[in-house]
């Protein structure tokens, strides 16, 4: 079941995995001979300076604030963080309406700067999105898109609530299974926690965590679900803003039934344009002559799913709803993602070989690509939207909002309309039907959002830079096709990492082209 909230890594050019490749072929003899020297005897470097602040958060104790310090030390997971980086865990109280009672324990990560120390900022923290999505795991993953702006931040990002190493979620069918069994498994193996994993509680980690970073202001990344979490946290505490990218935007404006409907009609429509290109420039189209052959050509494939999945390796199958997501997957890669979606279709209908799609099949999309044996992302995605969204939507309006989402698209209106169930038996009230984001008085944030994302779709962007108010918001438009545009539009990459680098925003109504110009 996809659900309510679009969840993923961002958006990639290539895999993670052809990344980490890439990078390793490009820095080769060099980088290897850096971590040699740093091992051998007699190497020294530019003693680093540590950074202090002397904002904490109002209201926590000291044992927490000016009384606790990060104690870094070599990462021992995931595999791919054993070398280069470090981790620690944070004290956080559990309820921040009662700072004196029970703490809970924050995993973090961190890549050290690599410039000079009198040209360091500070830390950027990064979300990558979900929810559900451990920052730990994917630090290591992603950390070629980011590596650029090392000569000037210490790269952090973190386990948040529920997630991963942070009091993880647990609605397995037992307590040790990280899978997702439904509500009652939440609530069995997890009620002390759930109340206390929604986004304003992770936003106030944040703070503690800019503290205890040395940074009197919070520099943040935010993709996706981030950009809800660093809008959160600019709500919050608007005097605390430093440089905030929030990328890919999830819309503020709309509650978690009326982003499904938007999120069907945008997928459908990248899907459309992704058939007229199929059909005018690939040879052999498995969508036919255009958006309408394509609709009718899905819809009897899903229905074949249905009657009986296709094998898709390793014993598993491929049916009609995994169908759907996978497309959505690959339209999330942007045109990187056409040409391969076209031969995995081609495969499918052609050979009833379910592998090519299987691989971006999983409802969780590129989330579970780092996955560990703590890896509760379902558990965590669906317990994190339950406590921020109230919606508890009776039957007769589930009916309809279902009926509804169908209608809007005819190759994902299906699969997506299941996301109308996901709170409807959760055992706690959840906090708002929309988050609050209005951040006056807060330095400028910088909002990207791209014309063709099938995910978050562009008009959530520009509804979160009126949102966070005049003078706060600063909207960046990309014409591109996928779901983010950083690094993989140029232009969009030195706006943004110019902004972080001088503070220096662009103009308004700046527009980068890419594909869809």
Not at 270 to 277: K, L, S
């Amino acid at each position: 079941m996809r659900d309510a909230y679009p969840i993923g890594n961002r958006r990639l050019g290539l895999s993670a995995g052809a990344l980490i490749i890439a990078g390793v072929l490009l820095v080769g003899i060099g980088a290897v001979g850096a971590w040699l020297k740093r091992d051998a005897p007699g190497w020294s470097a530019e003693p680093r300076t540590e950074f202090t602040a002397h904002n904490p958060p109002a209201g926590l104790p000291t044992a927490l604030t000016t009384g606790q310090h990060l104690h870094w030390s070599r990462c021992t997971s995931p595999p791919t963080a054993r070398t280069g980086y470090d981790c620690a865990t944070m004290k956080a109280p559990l309820d921040y309406r009662k700072p004196d009672g029970r703490t809970i324990d924050v995993a973090l990560i961190r890549r050290k700067a690599t410039g000079p120390n009198a040209q360091r900022i500070g830390s950027l923290v990064l979300n990558f999105g979900g929810p559900g999505v451990s920052g730990v795991s994917e630090l290591p993953e992603l950390l070629n898109q980011y590596k650029p702006l090392l000569d000037r931040y210490d790269l952090v990002s973190f386990d948040p609530r529920g997630v991963g190493a942070t009091i993880p979620v647990r609605c397995g069918k037992t307590a040790d299974d990280t899978g997702y069994d439904g509500a009652r498994a939440c609530s069995e193996h997890s009620a002390a926690l759930l109340p206390y994993v929604g986004t304003s509680h992770t936003a106030r980690d944040l703070d503690l965590m800019r503290y205890l970073l040395g940074d009197e202001r919070l520099h943040y990344f935010g993709v996706s679900y981030g950009t809800t979490l660093g809008a959160v946290y600019a709500h919050l505490y608007p005097s605390h803003v430093g440089r905030l990218v929030l990328e890919a935007p999830v819309d503020p404006a709309k509650d978690r039934d009326e982003k499904l409907v938007s999120q069907v009609k945008a997928v459908q429509a990248a899907f459309d344009r992704f058939a007229a290109h199929c059909a005018a420039r690939i040879r052999h189209c498995p969508t036919g002559d255009g958006p309408a052959e394509a609709a009718r050509r899905m819809a009897s494939l899903a229905d074949r799913l249905e009657k009986k999945p296709a094998p898709a390796g390793g014993g598993n199958k491929l049916d009609a709803d995994d169908l759907a997501y996978a497309v959505s997957n690959y339209l999330d890669l942007g045109t990187d993602g056409w040409s391969p979606l076209a031969k995995a279709l081609t495969a499918l209908i052609d050979h009833n070989d379910g592998r090519p799609l299987s691989k971006n099949a999983d409802d969780m999309g590129s989330a579970d690509d780092a996955a560990t044996p703590r890896d509760n992302s379902r558990a965590a995605q669906t317990a994190i939207i339950c406590a921020d969204s109230s919606l508890r939507p009776d039957f007769e309006r589930l009916d309809r909002d279902e009926a509804r989402i169908k209608a809007a698209s005819p190759v994902f209106g299906a699969a997506w309309s299941t996301g109308v169930y996901l709170c409807y038996d959760w055992p706690f009230d959840g906090e708002r039907a929309r988050p609050q984001v209005n951040a006056d008085g807060a330095a400028p944030v910088l909002v990207v959002g791209g014309t063709g994302d099938p995910t978050t779709p562009y008009p959530g962007a520009r509804n979160m830079a009126r949102a966070l108010g005049d003078g706060v918001g600063v909207l960046l438009t990309a014409e591109e096709e996928g779901h983010g545009t950083y690094p993989q539009n140029r232009c969009v990459t030195d706006t943004v990492d110019r902004y972080l680098r001088t503070g220096r925003v662009p103009a308004p109504g700046t527009v980068c082209r890419g594909s869809m110009s």
